[in-house]
């Protein structure tokens, strides 16, 4: 969402902002829209003054006991055309909105131009990934073998995009996201949250999921909508208040099921873990000030790069180029893990400075006693990390040949000192 007074202001930025972003030019409809509503103000204004002198006279006139007929027919038409101004305010707004929703976030400067991830810049690597001396398996190859990862049960009775993980792979999985919640929350300082996985029209319009990217969610038959993410739901514990400098940052953190219909995913990593429908995520959002933002973004990547470093996972940092970011992300930094069977790095996190953008929508603020600063928050998210795109990483990188999985050190307390995961017993 955008202040309408900095687009009257800085018309050419905007647009330069969202050609970034490959959009088109938005300020011409845009400000024609502002300029008729202001008139439309401007003669409501007018409209309300002479009706208030009318009302005058007419109190006037009643006390000499003289005629009222023509004022009142006249109060009775300023009436008629102050509502007509009212109503055509209203459409103005009601379309002004409905654009403004539609339009991402601009770019940050440092953010590079392109139009996909082949204009991503790579930050940085951690790790190395290990040098096997067998022919590695994919992670669905290796978890059926083992007996613990079904794609063919899952599909029968939730259709495609779905798997169930049963025995030691079913705890891992579980394991990661303990491990997860406890490094959030007691070495980075996030405060863990269970919220509701079910949300209201608002509350994704306030993110920025609504109205834009409606095919890619789920929608219950009481208009309520499954969470795609727990930013969701994190970000909106603010919604609409009015929140002291002193008290921020606000960080937070949550382990929720994710819920996407990747509408737009079609013929994509159809086979294994990669890209389905259900997936759990540790989450972590961060409310701010506008001149921490920036800071709070790289300490968030920070944090859920400790994650991968502790799982003796390589990956990479990649700072995504201005047609690869999400649609409110006004930057973006994505980790990238390795995985052994592709040969590359897929996308595990994902952290992401809005800025103001959600804040405008939410209707949230800050402000500070000492210096009288008042303005919208800054918000943040980043995955710490996708619970799902994790276990997929740790099977692959710490498989035997023989098809078994070396438990990582940092997992193996919450998985009852279980070294490997080995075929189950018939």
């Known amino acids: 969402m955008f202040d309408v007074k900095w687009i009257r202001e800085n018309p050419e930025a905007f647009d330069t902002g969202l050609a970034r972003r490959g959009v088109d030019p938005q300020s011409e409809i845009i400000l024609q829209?502002?300029?008729?509503?202001?008139?439309?103000?401007?003669?409501?204004?007018?409209?309300?003054?002479?009706?208030?002198?009318?009302?005058?006279?007419?109190?006037?006139?009643k006390q000499n006991n003289s005629s009222v007929e023509s004022l009142l027919e006249e109060v009775s038409g300023i009436k008629i055309q102050l509502h007509e101004c009212e109503e055509k305010i209203r459409d103005i707004d009601s379309e002004m909105r409905g654009l403004l929703l539609q339009l991402p976030n601009l770019p940050s400067k440092d953010?590079?131009?392109?139009?996909?991830?082949?204009?991503?810049?790579?930050?940085?690597?951690?790790?190395?990934?290990?040098?096997?001396?067998?022919?590695?398996?994919?992670?669905?190859a290796l978890g059926e073998s083992l007996g613990q990862m079904e794609f063919a049960a899952a599909s029968q009775m939730s259709g495609s995009r779905f798997v169930i993980l049963s025995g030691q792979l079913a705890k891992l999985e579980?394991?990661?996201?303990?491990?997860?919640?406890?490094?959030?929350?007691?070495?980075?300082?996030?405060?863990?949250?269970?919220?509701?996985?079910?949300?209201?029209?608002?509350?994704?319009?306030g993110t920025g999921q609504l109205p834009k990217f409606a095919d890619d969610l789920f929608k219950t038959t009481d208009n309520r909508w499954l969470i795609p993410t727990a930013e969701v739901p994190l970000t909106n514990i603010v919604s609409g208040e009015v929140l002291k400098a002193s008290d921020l940052p606000y960080r937070v953190t949550a382990h929720t099921p994710c819920f996407r219909s990747e509408a737009g995913a079609a013929g994509k990593d159809t086979r294994g873990m990669i890209r389905v429908h259900q997936f759990t995520k540790v989450e972590m959002v961060s409310i701010t000030t506008p001149s921490e933002s920036d800071q709070e973004l790289e300490r968030m990547t920070d944090c859920a790069g400790i994650i991968l470093q502790q799982l003796g996972l390589p990956y990479r940092i990649v700072l995504l180029s201005s047609g690869d970011m999400g649609f409110s992300a006004l930057k973006t930094y994505d980790l990238e893990v390795w995985i052994p069977s592709e040969q590359k790095y897929r996308e595990i996190s994902s952290c992401s400075n809005c800025g103001d953008f959600q804040a405008r929508r939410m209707r949230t603020r800050f402000r500070s006693e000492k210096s009288k600063i008042r303005g919208f928050v800054h918000t943040l998210n980043g995955s710490g990390l996708a619970v799902g795109r994790a276990l997929v990483a740790v099977m692959e990188n710490y498989q035997r040949s023989d098809g078994s999985i070396v438990v990582p050190e940092v997992l193996r307390p919450y998985m009852g000192g279980i070294e490997t995961i080995d075929a189950m017993k018939e």
Do not use: C, W
């Not at 202001?38 to 002198?53: D, M």
């Not at 131009?113 to 204009?119: E, L, M, N």
């Not at 930050?123 to 096997?132: A, D, I, L, T």
């Not at 980075?188 to 996985?197: A, C, K, M, Q």
């Open 111 to 140: 953010v590079p131009d392109g139009a996909d991830d082949s204009s991503n810049v790579e930050v940085k690597r951690v790790g190395e990934p290990r040098v096997f001396d067998f022919v590695v398996r994919p992670h669905f």
């Open 174 to 205: 579980r394991a990661l996201a303990a491990f997860m919640l406890d490094i959030q929350t007691e070495q980075n300082g996030y405060l863990e949250v269970s919220p509701p996985f079910l949300v209201k029209e608002s509350a994704l319009i």
């Open 33 to 61: 829209l502002d300029s008729q509503r202001r008139q439309l103000i401007t003669v409501t204004q007018k409209l309300q003054e002479k009706r208030n002198l009318s009302s005058k006279q007419i109190g006037v006139a």
